[in-house]
């Protein structure tokens, strides 16, 4: 369970220790549901977040998350590849409003970090390779996204840290693959991502 400082409307709020234990226990009995619902190849299932930032101190963070996918271009990413970067991983899908609402606070901080610490990485929960690529073209995303519709690798892989049918999420995963921040929904001003990239990027 995602766990850490969470940031909404200027409050701070406390996970209790038996809710988080409690919330550790049901998800793992929700991951054979939650698999089945995100491969029903329908969006139903998905909501939209709040906005809300989470932080995680370091000393606080869960092991490092281990993921594999192809991107839209048929390339491997893996989270091995990646290690000693920053990354910054964003779900989406094409049909998504906030999704593409936000797509240029992304490509402009994909921009301004692009071999300055942080790696840019999307993960495609709906699309197959020709809409994610429509998708690019149209809003001048330069940076890959993981196609994670057919089996929901990615998303599972980070079940129990993560909300897992919140479309879109951004996550900032330090430089060891360990889970530092997660803005849920739209991303609601660009200098809050901006702050998060650039503080990991600092420890």
């Known amino acids: 369970m ?6 909404k409307r200027g409050r701070t709020v406390a996970v209790g ?14 991951n054979e549901k939650l698999a089945a619902d995100y491969t029903s190849a329908d ?3 998905y ?20 993921y594999s996918g192809k991107d839209e271009h048929g390339k491997t990413i893996s989270s091995k590849d990646l290690l000693g970067e920053v990354v910054v991983m964003n779900y989406w899908y094409a049909g998504c409003a906030p999704c593409r609402a936000e797509a240029p606070d992304l490509q402009a901080l994909n921009e301004k970090y692009d071999g300055k610490g942080a790696q840019f990485v999307g993960v495609n929960v709906f699309d197959q390779a020709e809409t994610a690529l429509a998708f690019n073209k149209t809003y001048g995303i330069t940076y890959p996204s993981i196609l994670d519709v057919n089996d929901g690798s ?18 900032v995963i330090d430089k060891q693959g360990r889970v530092a921040a997660r803005i849920l929904g739209k991303i609601s001003d660009r200098s809050i ?6 503080d990991a990027i600092a420890e």
């Open 43 to 45: 969006n139903k299932n």
């Open 47 to 66: 909501v939209a977040g709040d906005g809300s930032v989470t932080e995680v101190a370091a000393a606080d963070r869960e092991k490092p998350v281990e």
């Open 2 to 7: 995602f766990a850490g400082r969470r940031i």
């Open 154 to 171: 990615v998303k599972l892989a980070f079940t129990g840290q993560v909300r897992p049918n919140a479309v879109p999420t951004t996550l």
């Open 17 to 30: 220790a038996a809710a988080l234990a409690l919330a550790l226990t049901l998800s793992g009995c929700a």
């Open 193 to 198: 991502l901006d702050t998060l990239i650039r």
